[in-house]
Each structure stands twice: as C-alpha cells, then as structure tokens.
C-alpha cells in the first residue's frame, strides 16, 4: 500500500493538519520497552509516536498482549521506556519526563495526569467524596488542605455531579455497581484538573449497555469542558466515537484504519 | 501532607487489630516503669541501709587486725575537714554456740563513738521494740521512730543489767538456772539470731582464735540487747561487743608496742557526697606520716560493692526481660504493618498513579506505626505511674481480698514497697519502646514504598 493510497483511505484526522490551532498536551517520540527476560530479551514497543492535543479523544486499539498498557503506564510515568521520549506541554513550557526525578515525575502525575482503570481502583475504605478528593490530599499540606477544604469539597461535589452521581458523596464504593464505580474513578481522575486522562481499557468490565453510556458520558465531557482523552480499548465502537484512532499491531502503531484492522480481525476469528 | 493523617484514620484507628500493638506497647512501657520504680526503691532502700550501718569511710590495717597507733590516727583523721567523728573498731569472725553453732562476725565497738560514726543508736533496739518484733514475725518498727539516747545505750551494756540477769530473763519471762561466777561481757546480736538461735539474757560462748597469736580463744558473753539494721545478713550474723572486750577476746594487746591492735577505725564525714574527696586527704595527706602506715582507705561503697552491684545487676537484667516485652510490642507493629501494606497493596499502586511519592508512602507507614508507639506510650505511662502511685494502697486491697502478701515486710522489713523514679529510668522505658517501634514501622514502610505502581495495581 502506497503513501498516496494510505492518504486516500483515511479520513483527514488532526495529526495531518499541521495548521491544527489546538495546543499540543503530549508528544511521544519513539517509545520503545523492552523487558528482559530469563534468557531472551522480550520486545514490547518498538518505536511508537504519537502526538495528543488539547481536547482530542484518542483511541489505542490492539490485540491483547501487544503493548497498550505498557505504552499508558509510560506515558502516564509510572513506567519508563527503554528509548524513547515522553514531553508534556504544560503552561510553563515543555517538560521531558525521562530527566525528571521520582518527585517531579508523581507531581506530573498528581497535577496533570489522570487515571482510569478497568477495574475502577478506588480505595474501599474511603466514602465517594473523599475518593476523588484524594488527589487534592495527596498535593497539600494538611493546613493547606483545611484552607481549602470548603472549595475541595465543593469541586468533588461538582465534579460527582457531571459523572451523573449526585447525591452519592457517603455512600461507600463497595455498595456501587461497577458502572458507577467507574463514575467516581472519573470524577477522581478529573479531580486536579489534569491535562490528559488515560483509561485502561474504562469499559472493559462493564455490560454492552452500562459500556454505551460511560462512552456517552466520554463524548459529553470531551464535547463540554473540552477534557482530552487517551483510551485504551477493545470496544470497536467506543474506538469509533475518538476523534483520532490509532490500531497497534507488534508494538507499533500501524498505518491502518480502524475499520481495517476490526475487518482483519473478523476475517482472523472466522478463519480460526 | 494531606492523605496521610486521613487515611491513617482509616486505616489503623478504624480497626480492632491495631489496638493490639497499642496495648503491647502500652504493657511493655507500663511493665518497665513500675518494676524500674519499684527496684530502684528498693535499692535506695538498701543503700540507705548499708549506709548507715557501715560508716562513710574506714580506714584499716592492710594486714588482719593489726592497726596500731589507732588513737594517733583518730586524732589526725578529726582534724580533717568534713570529718565528724572517728572510732576505732576490732572485727573478727567467730563461732558461737547457742542452740547450734553458728558463725557470727564479732563487731567490737566502742559504743558511744560508735553511735557517732554510724548509725549505732538507729538500728539499736528498746526492750519494748525487742519484744513487739519477736511476737509477730511480720512487724516492722515505725518509719519514724527516735534513735536511741546516749543513756539509753549505756544502759543496754551497763553492768547492772549485766548482774541482773534474772531481771533481763524476767523481762522476756523466762527463768534461768545457771549461775555464773565472772560477770560476761554483754554482747548485743541481730534481731535475726534473737529470732532463731538464742534470747536475751542467755549465756553464750563464742569460740575464735586470735589473729595475733593465733591460738583458740573461747569466752561467755550475755545477751543484753539487740539491733535491726534492716540487712537481712547482717541481723542475723552480725554482733557487737565493747571494743576493750573485742580486745581481750582475740587477745589484741601487743607487748612490743604497747598498744592495742585493732582492725580499723570507722569515719563519718558531715555529708556523704564528700566521701571521694576526704578519701584522697586521707591517702595523701594522712596515712603517709604514720607510724605504721601499712592502711587501706575504704568508703562503705567500696566494701558494699558486691551487694550493691548485685542489686543493680538484678535491676539491669529485670529491665533488659521486660524489654523483651517492647521488642515483642515493636515486632507486633511491624506484623500489622506487613500485613497491611500486603492488604493495601492495591491501594498503594492507586495512591502512587494519584501522584503520592515513595517518600510519602514510607511516610504513610511512619506515621501509623510512630501513632501506634506513641499511643501505647502514653496508656503505658500513665498506667505505670498510677500504679507506683498507689502500689501500697493496692497491695494492702490484695492482702486484705486475698491474704495474699506478695512482698512480705519480714523479708526485707518494709512496712511499705518502696519506690523512686529515676529520669534515666524513664529513658530505659522510653528509649527502647520508640526505637523497636520505629524499627517496627520503617521495615514495612520502605517495603511498601519499593512496592512497583504497576505490580501493585494488578495486585489481587
Ligand atoms: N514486567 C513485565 N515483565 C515481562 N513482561 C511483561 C511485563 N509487563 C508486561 N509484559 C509483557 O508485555 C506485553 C504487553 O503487555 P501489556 O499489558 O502492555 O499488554 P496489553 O496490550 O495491555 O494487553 P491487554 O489488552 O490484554 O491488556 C505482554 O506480552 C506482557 O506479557
Ligand atoms: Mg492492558
């Protein structure tokens, strides 16, 4: 398949317009992980780039075992690539991960990333309010926290709300369904107004139904306050709503719609 | 910051299983408080004791009993600054027969001085005392009771009394048969042997040799009184006769010199704490001009040093065993800590992607145990010192409730469980209990921080 087919098939996206006015959140240059195993070196990434900009939705799709929460656990900082570099575009200019210190690094995270996890990870004995407060705790001192409680609280309460769990704030996560939980991982997520929010796989263990509005709920942030999104998923139709979807195959993203890559695997599963 | 006081809350203080370490701390610390006060009482008691049974200094001959020139040396020992008084005194071991034999140290004193260079007239008994502690083995004399007068102990070695034997018999109402033809020298022993092995108003005869000639030596005494010095060994083995008859009974005149042997002479100073400082007048500026200065220098600690070391070691190794129980307090902190970071292995991971540092999760961890410490600490203290507070008042409620003495006052003749805190008791109590339980909790706390985010998310 040549350039100039690949740019017939494929709808225009943002990475191709250079001009896009957006600002740029995320740059990632040529990440690549390795693991080294026993006796054989284990190649997970193999030179992944990917630019995200202020109020975009993202899609990673792949098949399971490809690399997708490795490549989120690197650029969320958690993890570090092999080669490679990860630059966050923040208000005061751009900030390369790989010299950062582990305290610079869980700053990053605390103020300007935000986690969703598959299986929702909230603290079991802590009420819902004081879930997604926690990131605000984790950033201030206590005396600094109770000068700030009533505002804290007020953006929890807010923030509760715009996932569409309103009135919940005692209620302790072990009594919600697990779409709800995943409403307050969100709310969480959001809690320090990040840049960029990352999701594992968000609906990956929710009904088909429960899955349809959580994706509504996506849209409806992206659409209103303009949150940007990375998601990893295996939900084809979730993939569809992003604005800019990548399909990674053998630890590169590769130049193929997301439509291709679901016929492949239909195509694979029927040969099977 | 923030999150960990508040999941510090939730964590440890929500829960019944940490109140167990808490209390381990607690009983450690209360444990070590109390026995630390009760033993160190104890000891002072001794102290005091031996303190004022043995005077503060003695000055005595390097070879066994052969100190001459003690008059000369008594002299020149009062002209020294912070001495009060000085005696000389004779000391041998002996055997007496009363209802069995027994060995006994032979204490000749000259009895006024010696009253003045110790504690003489504390520990000497009254008839009346003699007898109230002979009906009830348990009884102690008063706290507060006035030492004998002067008068008081001449008589107790007068010669009257001495004649009238059947008057002392009859005091404690026991008629004697035998008559004796020389008047005995009076002898006063312990309240132990008066317990045991002989009474007052008895004959005894104590049988010896003599450290100059170094022949047998055997002579009557009569039992005229006794003393409680509150040292068990010493109320049962000690006894006192005059000096001149100390002299006579080991045969102590020497020919050549002219002059009686004795063995040393006892000092009092006029506060204990100058002990060290007179000790060294009296080597440097005292014994080098003597006639025979062939002498050895003692303060009471110096000759008490076995006992008194033996009390403090008792002391050190009941606090190293109850030290024990704070170790065990520290390795319960560490356990509940370990299986919490084991149980909040997820959350650890949640907390780490929410942007918490390793230093804070270490932090995390410090912080619940240091709480855990310092509570238990607190309780333990307050505990501790309620009960030295009230030891006595709780110990007469058991007796009473139960007619069980657990400190039985014969033994060591105390009305009352004596106790003394000491700063630096407290030290041995606070030292350890924060150091094992800050080791307790830095152990799990560096494990939870090494803990990778990753590994801790999928963690089940
Ligand atoms: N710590 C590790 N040591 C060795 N290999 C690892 C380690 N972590 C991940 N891997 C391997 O890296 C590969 C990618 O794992 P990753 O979790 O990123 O896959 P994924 O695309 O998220 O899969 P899924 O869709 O099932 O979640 C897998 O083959 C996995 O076995
Ligand atoms: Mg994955």
Redesign the interface.
């Known amino acids: 398949m040549s350039d100039l087919q690949a740019a017939e098939f494929r709808p225009a996206t943002p990475d191709d317009l250079p001009e896009d006015p957006r600002p740029i959140v995320l740059e990632a240059r040529g990440i690549s992980r390795h693991y080294q195993l026993a006796d054989s070196k284990l190649e997970v990434l193999r030179g992944i780039d990917l630019v995200v900009r202020e109020g975009e939705m993202v899609s990673v799709m792949g098949m399971s075992g490809v690399g997708k929460s490795t490549l989120l656990?690197i650029i969320?900082l958690?993890?570090t690539a092999s080669s490679g570099t990860v630059i966050y575009h923040l208000e005061d200019g751009p900030v390369e991960a790989s010299g950062l210190n582990?305290?610079r690094r869980?700053?990053?995270?605390?103020?300007h990333i935000g986690?969703v996890?598959q299986f929702y990870?909230?603290?079991?004995?802590?009420s819902v309010i004081?879930n997604i407060i926690?990131?605000a705790?984790?950033?201030?001192?206590?005396a600094?926290?109770?000068r700030e409680k009533a505002e804290i609280t007020d953006r929890a309460r807010g923030l509760l709300d715009r996932v569409g769990l309103a009135g919940r704030e005692t209620q302790s996560p072990g009594t919600l369904s697990g779409g709800e939980r995943q409403r307050v991982a969100i709310a969480?997520a959001l809690m320090?107004q990040p840049r960029l929010l990352l999701c594992d796989e968000p609906t990956g263990n929710l009904d088909a139904r429960t899955s349809d509005t959580m994706h509504k709920l996506f849209l409806d942030l992206n659409e209103r306050y303009r949150t940007t999104f990375l998601f990893v998923t295996h939900d084809p139709s979730l993939a569809r709503r992003a604005e800019v979807q990548k399909v990674m195959i053998d630890g590169r993203f590769e130049d193929i719609t997301l439509e291709e890559a679901i016929d492949w695997r239909i195509r694979e599963d029927a040969a099977e | 910051?923030?999150?960990?006081?508040?999941?510090m809350k939730?964590?440890i203080f929500?829960r019944l299983i940490p109140y167990a370490a808490v209390l381990a701390v607690a009983f450690g610390v209360f444990s070590l408080i109390s026995v630390l006060a009760v033993m160190e009482g104890f000891k002072e008691e001794m102290r005091g004791r031996i303190r004022g049974s043995l005077s503060h200094i003695t000055v005595f001959s390097r070879f066994s009993t052969s100190l001459i020139g003690s008059g000369e040396l008594v002299e020149r020992l009062l002209e020294l600054e912070h001495v009060v008084a000085a005696a000389p005194y004779v000391e041998g071991v002996a055997m007496y027969r009363a209802n069995s034999i027994t060995p006994c140290e032979v204490r000749g004193v000259d009895i006024l001085a010696e009253a003045e260079v110790g504690d003489f007239a504390h520990y000497l008994l009254r008839d009346s005392e003699i007898e109230m502690l002979l009906k009830d083995d348990t009884a102690a004399l008063p706290d507060e009771r006035d030492p004998l007068t002067t008068e008081e102990i001449t008589s107790i070695f007068s010669r009257e009394r001495r004649a009238h034997k059947d008057q002392l018999n009859s005091v404690f109402g026991e008629e004697r048969e035998e008559g004796f033809r020389v008047l005995p020298q009076p002898i006063v022993v312990g309240i132990e042997a008066l317990r045991r092995n002989t009474r007052i108003g008895d004959q005894i005869e104590l049988q010896s040799f003599s450290p100059r000639t170094l022949e047998a030596r055997v002579q009557s005494f009569i039992v005229v009184g006794s003393f409680q010095t509150g040292v068990f060994e010493q109320d049962q083995g000690w006894m006192f006769i005059p000096l001149q008859a100390a002299v006579s009974f080991f045969d102590l005149f020497d020919e050549e010199e002219l002059d009686d042997r004795v063995s040393g002479v006892s000092v009092r100073l006029d506060d204990y704490r100058n002990v060290d400082k007179v000790r060294e007048t009296i080597r440097e500026e005292v014994i080098p001009y003597l006639a025979h200065p062939e002498v050895v220098v003692r303060t009471w600690e110096d000759q008490r040093r076995n006992l008194l070391r033996a009390v403090d070691i008792e002391k050190r190794i009941i606090s190293v065993m109850m030290m024990l129980i704070v170790l065990f307090a520290g390795v319960m902190i560490f356990l509940i800590l370990t299986l919490m970071v084991i149980e909040k292995t997820?959350?650890l991971?949640?907390?780490?992607?929410?942007?918490?540092?390793?230093?804070?999760v270490i932090s995390l961890f410090l912080r619940q145990g240091m709480a855990l410490t310092m509570l238990g600490i607190v309780l333990g203290s307050i505990a501790g010192v309620i009960l030295v507070h009230n030891i006595n008042p709780l110990h007469d409620a058991i007796y009473r409730a139960t007619g069980l003495r657990l400190f039985p006052p014969d033994v060591y003749y105390l009305a009352k469980i004596p106790t003394k805190m000491r700063v630096s008791d407290w030290g041995v109590v606070l030292i350890p209990a924060v150091v094992f339980g800050f080791l307790g909790s830095l152990i799990p706390a560096l494990w939870a921080a090494r803990q990778d985010?990753?590994k801790a998310?999928h963690h089940e």
């Open positions: 656990n969320g958690l993890d582990e305290q869980a700053e990053l995270r605390n103020n986690f996890f990870h909230l603290l079991p004995d802590v004081d926690l990131p705790m984790i950033r201030r001192s206590s600094h926290f109770r969480r320090n | 910051m923030q999150y960990h006081g508040f999941l939730r964590y929500r997820r959350d991971g949640v907390l780490r992607s929410l942007g918490a540092t390793r230093g804070g985010p990753i998310l």
